[in-house]
C-alpha cells in the first residue's frame, strides 16, 4: 500500500493509493499461454484424428481408394480445419465470451498471425503437389507453434503493462479506480454509495496472500459483478483486484464507512 499527499486529477487529499499485486495478478499471467497449451492439444488431436481416418480409409478396401482419389485431401483438410484451425476459433470465442483477454487474444493473435504467414509462405512458394487450401493449410500448421510463442511473449507484456497501469485510489469523497493502456479508464465511487466490501480470496490467493475486494452498492451486487451464461467475473477496473494484504484493506475501508470514520474524513 502506498500513501501519497495530493490527488492531481481530483486535488483531493488522498489517503491511499495502492494497485495490484504481481502475485494477484498471477491467474492473468497463466492465461497468457493459452496458446501454447492449445498447440500441444492440436498436435495429439490432430494425431488422433489422423489414426482415425486412416483406419476408416482402410476398411473401405482398394477399389474404393482408387474410385475416390480425392478422399485423402478431403480427410488432410478435415484435420488441419479442425486441429489447429477450429480449435484456436474456438478458444477465442470463449475467452471473448467469458471476458478473458489474455485467453481470447493470444489463441486470436496465434492463429492470426500463423494464417498471415501461410498465407505469404503459400503465395510465395507454393507447392505444385498439394491444393491451394491444402498447402495453406500445411503452413498454418506447420507455423502455427513458433506463432503461439510469439503470442505468449506480446499477451505477456500487455497483462504486466495493464496491471502497472492501475491505480486504485481513495480520497475524502471518492474510491477512483484508473487504468488502460490504449483507452484510460477512470470510475469513481462516492462513499455514500458503498454499502460496503465483500472480500474474494481463493485457495491461491489465500497461499500468495493475495484478494480481491468488491464495492457492494445498494440494491446491486457491486460494480465488481459482471455475469455472463451465470457465471461470474471480476474486472480489474471495477474492483481492488490482486491487491496484497487483502485483510488489512478490508479492515481499513470498514473503518472509512463506518460513522467514526466518516466524521474523521
Not at 486412416?54 to 480425392?70: E, I, Q
Not at 500463423?114 to 503452413?139: C, E, N, V
Not at 474510491?175 to 493502456?181: D, H, K, Y
Request: with cysteine; net charge positive.
Amino acid at each position: 500500500m502506498e500513501r501519497r499527499e495530493e490527488d492531481p486529477a481530483a486535488r483531493r487529499p488522498v489517503i491511499l493509493e495502492t494497485g495490484p499485486d504481481p502475485r494477484g495478478f498471477l491467474a492473468h499471467y497463466l492465461l497468457a499461454f493459452t496458446p501454447l497449451v492449445l498447440f500441444l492439444v492440436s498436435v495429439m488431436a490432430a494425431g488422433v484424428m489422423r489414426g482415425s481416418l486412416g483406419t476408416f480409409t482402410a476398411s473401405l478396401g482398394a477399389p474404393v481408394r482408387a474410385y475416390l482419389p480425392w478422399m485423402g485431401d478431403v480427410m488432410e483438410i478435415s484435420v488441419l480445419l479442425t486441429a489447429p484451425v477450429s480449435l484456436y476459433a474456438i478458444v477465442a470465442i470463449i475467452g471473448w465470451r467469458i471476458r478473458s483477454t489474455e485467453m481470447w487474444a493470444g489463441a486470436a493473435l496465434a492463429l492470426g498471425l500463423s494464417a498471415l504467414a501461410g498465407f505469404l509462405m503459400a503465395t510465395l512458394s507454393p507447392d505444385p503437389s498439394l491444393g491451394r487450401a491444402l498447402d495453406l493449410l500445411y503452413w498454418v500448421s506447420y507455423l502455427i507453434g513458433p506463432m503461439s510463442l510469439i503470442a505468449v511473449i506480446l499477451v505477456l507484456g500487455f497483462s504486466e503493462q495493464f496491471r502497472r497501469s492501475i491505480r486504485y485510489t481513495l480520497t475524502r469523497e471518492n474510491l477512483i479506480l484508473r487504468g488502460g493502456i490504449w483507452k484510460k479508464r477512470e470510475n469513481r465511487l462516492p462513499w455514500h454509495q458503498i454499502g460496503g466490501f465483500a472480500l474474494e480470496q481463493g485457495m491461491l490467493g489465500k497461499f500468495l496472500g493475495r484478494g480481491t475486494l468488491i464495492p457492494l452498492m445498494a440494491g446491486s451486487q457491486g460494480p465488481g459483478s459482471e455475469r455472463t451464461g451465470g457465471m461470474v467475473f471480476r474486472s480489474p477496473l471495477t474492483c481492488l483486484y490482486g491487491v496484497g494484504e487483502p485483510g488489512l484493506v478490508l479492515e481499513f475501508l470498514q473503518e472509512l464507512l463506518s460513522p467514526p470514520a466518516e466524521g474523521s474524513l
